[in-house]
């Protein structure tokens, strides 16, 4: 994976196919946020924020900047799925926020901006299934891959795929298996 974790104007611009002037009105006016470098003032955009400026404007995320996120999300009430999950992706590398029911998750997918969101189905099926057609909704939540994690024994895997899933697995997960997919999902 390139290293990189911060851009300036014009590459910013270059991704967004504007001129470098346009990069810094959208600076200015407070839409995109940067910082200033001492001297000479140029501006530096994180990787991060610029993602996240380009799904709050539906603008399509270049692949190479997308695989940079290593944000999950993980939306769950088991203690199990809480506590493994967090720590196995966690020593995969992965930045992991939890949530215990879906109004905490949708405050964490907007100021977070997560790769990823791994749902438990052990939550209110409606509300799982609405949680995930909401994302495939919104523009700027298109680029969210969406894991659940099912009961062990729910062989209902294609209902979720159906709904809008990208992959499930049973649980509770192996960790390895766990981290394995979050990767597989990332393309890391």
Not at 142 to 147: C, D, E, F, P, T
């Amino acid at each position: 994976m390139n290293e990189l974790h911060v851009l300036t104007t014009g590459e910013a611009a270059r991704y967004c196919g504007v001129n470098f002037r346009t990069v810094i009105r959208w600076i200015e006016r407070g839409q995109l946020k940067a910082y200033k470098l001492p001297g000479r003032g140029d501006h530096r955009i994180c990787v991060e924020d610029f993602v996240g400026f380009l799904q709050d404007n539906a603008m399509p995320v270049p692949t190479e900047l997308a695989a940079a996120s290593r944000k999950v999300l993980v939306l769950a009430q088991r203690p199990e799925l809480i506590a493994t999950g967090r720590q196995a992706l966690q020593q995969g590398g992965f930045e992991v926020e939890v949530a215990g029911n879906s109004f905490v998750a949708g405050t964490m997918l907007a100021a977070a901006k997560p790769a990823l969101l791994v749902i438990d189905a052990g939550l209110e099926q409606a509300n799982a299934f609405a949680i995930i057609d909401h994302l495939r909704s919104r523009g700027e939540f298109a680029n969210v891959r969406v894991l659940v994690v099912t009961e062990a024994g729910d062989n209902d895997s294609q209902r979720w795929l159906e709904g809008g899933a990208d992959a499930v697995i049973q649980g509770p997960a192996d960790r390895a298996e766990l981290v394995a997919k979050v990767k597989l999902l990332l393309d890391m």
